[in-house]
């Protein structure tokens, strides 16, 4: 039932309707799944096999939303290319924006957020609760130019696993 809720919420969150691939490549490498493309560049390491669920937003933007489950963790990847690129200052603007759409959409509440930054991306990572559900979301923003970046964990866990950590720490945009 839980798994029908947050699956339910993250489709009304991330959209519906059809949208063209961009060209990926997905590689099985030591118990990961490496999701790589070349236009956004980017790569993630799912910890289990990963699908695709295409969507487009209402306002035409470019989206693809991947996810995972392992021992009862959703793992979820989901980039959208706007027409512009962002002009706020260090994104902080956006990433706040999108933090709150997100939390609005899914009924959580949040624990705590803070910014980081890894090599050169910058972005905001936010721990949330879903208490109806006894969920807990680990959720990081990255904007890169005009791409946005969405690296998503549902979890019943209210400390960031393993797993959790390298799902997180294996994004790379090139």
């Known amino acids: ?14 959209g519906s309707g059809f ?26 390491e799912f ?7 295409e969507s487009k937003t209402d306002n035409g ?24 690129p962002a002009v706020s200052p260090d994104n ?3 990433t706040e924006a999108s933090l709150q759409s997100f939390i609005d959409g ?10 980081y930054k890894i090599k050169k991306q910058k972005g905001l990572e936010a721990f949330l609760k879903i208490p ?10 990255t904007i890169v130019k005009h791409v946005q970046y969405q690296i998503i964990v549902i979890t019943k866990s209210d400390k960031k696993t393993d797993d959790i950590s ?3 720490n294996s994004f790379d945009v090139r």
């Open 132 to 141: 109806d559900k006894n969920l807990h979301v680990f959720y990081r923003i």
């Open 61 to 84: 933007l470019k989206t693809e939303f991947y996810r995972c489950e392992k021992n009862g963790n959703i793992f979820m990847f989901k980039y959208t290319e706007h027409e512009n």
């Open 92 to 94: 902080k603007t956006y």
């Open 106 to 115: 899914i009924k959580a509440e949040l624990i705590s957020k803070y910014y």
């Open 19 to 44: 949208l063209s691939a961009q060209k990926t490549e997905d590689n099985q490498k030591e118990n990961v799944f490496v999701l790589k493309s070349d236009k956004p560049k980017f790569s993630i």
């Open 47 to 53: 910890p289990a096999k990963y699908k695709l669920e």
């Open 166 to 168: 390298s799902f997180f």
């Open 1 to 14: 039932m839980n798994k029908i809720f947050i699956a339910s919420m993250l489709f009304i969150v991330f």
